[in-house]
């Protein structure tokens, strides 16, 4: 989605370089629909008095409304922060803000609440603008100290407090990191407090952002806010090659979209009997080449025969092990793969008027007419009459 400001013009696009800030809210990450804004609350009932502040890369945090202002959806206030002020905008007011924060384990008696302020003037406005402009060339310049340092970190991102009173720095590390004298060499530099917090693989790629391998923008940076361990289970549940290049994420981890359709799997996977059970016939010995875990099917193999594949039913191979537990073999599973064979042959139906759907397979009739038609120099054509063919009469 895309707001006004962002919106092409004359063919290019304007870009309201807000960088997540976006003043419509309406192309901004992890937005909320307030569902609830078209409905007034019963006789007597106050509103909530908490709004949910959006700050850079979708960082989201919870004030109070000490002061009764009259907030909406877009507004840009200065918040109370540990020491000083900071700048956010307002992505969420009413009833579901008190939804929200239950749903993320935010009491609403806090022993130190912050609340906010009062609206942004001009003035905050200007100082917070020049303070998100000074965050990528320090960026560069961090990054840089801290590989003369050697120092086995990365510097991902750079956030000026709203009043550019302070910078926090976000870095990730394999291990442990000593950046005490990293923080000297930046207080020196760049004049301002300076704050690390370190965030890991999955919380830095959210925050950053960025376009997956299905074309689509990264699933925590849009919606997903709860980060679940993903193992290398899942992908074998799911029949998937375990090549880290494609299971891997921008963030170098397991993708979280491996346990999106991991359950309904693990259903399907109830009724199948383990793949390393073999089924002994009189035949011989058959051993289970390969699963087809929604439509049910095995195929299986015979020792010594391994070209040959028998498809049968989860059920059928069930059955067949409860058999074998009993010692009793069945004769082959020719005879249930049998009961699998279909007519695999499709009939199509002229349903758009069509002569055959497979009239581009056979080649075309070579038959060239010859164009007897000639022009003449006033343009008019001329045709050559056909001789009659003479009839032969019997005398």
């Given at each position: 989605?895309?707001?006004?400001?962002?919106?092409?013009?004359?063919?290019?696009?304007?870009?309201?370089?807000?960088?997540?800030?976006?003043?419509?809210?309406?192309?901004?990450?992890?937005?909320?629909?307030?569902?609830?804004?078209?409905?007034?609350?019963?006789?007597?009932?106050?509103?909530?008095?908490?709004?949910?502040?959006?700050?850079?890369?979708?960082?989201?945090?919870?004030?109070?409304?000490?002061?009764?202002?009259?907030?909406?959806?877009?507004?840009?206030?200065?918040?109370?922060?540990?020491?000083?002020?900071?700048?956010?905008?307002?992505?969420?007011?009413?009833?579901l803000v008190r939804v929200q924060m239950k749903r993320k384990n935010v009491s609403e008696t806090p022993?130190?609440?912050?609340?906010?302020?009062?609206?942004?003037?001009?003035?905050?406005?200007?100082i917070w603008s020049e303070a998100r402009d000074k965050e990528e060339p320090m960026k560069v310049k961090?990054?840089?100290?801290?590989?003369?340092?050697r120092l086995e970190m990365k510097i991902s991102d750079i956030e000026f407090q709203g009043d550019a009173?302070?910078?926090?720095?976000?870095?990730?590390?394999?291990?442990?990191?000593?950046?005490?004298?990293?923080?000297?060499?930046?207080?020196?530099?760049?004049?301002?407090?300076?704050?690390?917090?370190?965030?890991?693989?999955?919380?830095?790629?959210?925050?950053?952002?960025?376009?997956?391998?299905?074309?689509?923008?990264?699933?925590?940076?849009?919606?997903?806010?709860?980060?679940?361990?993903?193992?290398?289970?899942?992908?074998?549940?799911?029949?998937?090659?375990?090549?880290?290049?494609?299971?891997?994420?921008?963030?170098?981890?397991?993708?979280?979209?491996?346990?999106?359709?991991?359950?309904?799997?693990?259903?399907?996977?109830?009724?199948?009997?383990?793949?390393?059970?073999?089924?002994?016939?009189?035949?011989?010995?058959?051993?289970?080449?390969?699963?087809?875990?929604?439509?049910?099917?095995?195929?299986?193999?015979?020792?010594?025969?391994?070209?040959?594949?028998?498809?049968?039913?989860?059920?059928?191979?069930?059955?067949?092990?409860?058999?074998?537990?009993?010692?009793?073999?069945?004769?082959?599973?020719?005879?249930?793969?049998?009961?699998?064979?279909?007519?695999?042959?499709?009939?199509?139906?002229?349903?758009?008027?069509?002569?055959?759907?497979?009239?581009?397979?056979?080649?075309?009739?070579?038959?060239?007419?010859?164009?007897?038609?000639?022009?003449?120099?006033?343009?008019?054509?001329?045709?050559?009459?056909?001789?009659?063919?003479?009839?032969?009469?019997?005398?």
């Amino acid at each position: 989605m895309a707001c006004a400001s962002c919106s092409t013009k004359d063919g290019q696009p304007k870009g309201c370089k807000n960088n997540g800030t976006c003043g419509t809210d309406s192309c901004n990450k992890l937005t909320v629909f307030d569902w609830l804004a078209n409905m007034s609350l019963p006789n007597g009932e106050k509103p909530f008095n908490w709004v949910e502040v959006r700050f850079k890369n979708g960082r989201k945090e919870y004030y109070q409304n000490t002061e009764n202002l009259t907030l909406s959806i877009g507004d840009v206030v200065a918040a109370q922060a540990p020491s000083g002020h900071d700048i956010g905008m307002v992505t969420l007011t009413g009833e579901l803000v008190r939804v929200q924060m239950k749903r993320k384990n935010v009491s609403e008696t806090p022993e130190e609440i912050f609340k906010i302020y009062r609206k942004a003037s001009q003035k905050d406005i200007d100082i917070w603008s020049e303070a998100r402009d000074k965050e990528e060339p320090m960026k560069v310049k961090a990054r840089q100290f801290a590989i003369d340092l050697r120092l086995e970190m990365k510097i991902s991102d750079i956030e000026f407090q709203g009043d550019a009173s302070k910078a926090t720095f976000y870095y990730t590390a394999e291990e442990r990191v000593d950046f005490r004298e990293l923080i000297k060499v930046f207080a020196r530099e760049f004049r301002t407090r300076i704050e690390m917090k370190q965030v890991g693989f999955r919380q830095e790629a959210s925050r950053l952002g960025g376009i997956g391998s299905c074309g689509r923008e990264l699933c925590c940076s849009t919606w997903l806010t709860d980060f679940r361990s993903v193992s290398t289970s899942a992908a074998r549940y799911q029949q998937l090659s375990l090549n880290p290049q494609k299971l891997a994420g921008q963030c170098g981890k397991l993708k979280c979209c491996l346990n999106y359709e991991l359950d309904s799997y693990l259903d399907a996977l109830k009724g199948f009997p383990k793949t390393e059970i073999k089924l002994k016939t009189e035949k011989g010995t058959a051993v289970c080449q390969k699963t087809d875990i929604f439509k049910g099917h095995m195929w299986y193999a015979y020792e010594g025969e391994w070209m040959n594949w028998h498809k049968i039913t989860t059920v059928q191979a069930n059955e067949i092990i409860a058999l074998n537990k009993k010692n009793q073999p069945v004769a082959s599973l020719e005879e249930y793969a049998s009961e699998l064979t279909e007519d695999t042959k499709s009939e199509f139906e002229n349903v758009v008027g069509q002569d055959s759907l497979t009239r581009f397979d056979s080649p075309k009739p070579n038959n060239k007419r010859k164009n007897n038609k000639r022009k003449n120099n006033n343009g008019k054509k001329n045709y050559k009459k056909k001789p009659q063919e003479s009839k032969n009469v019997a005398k």
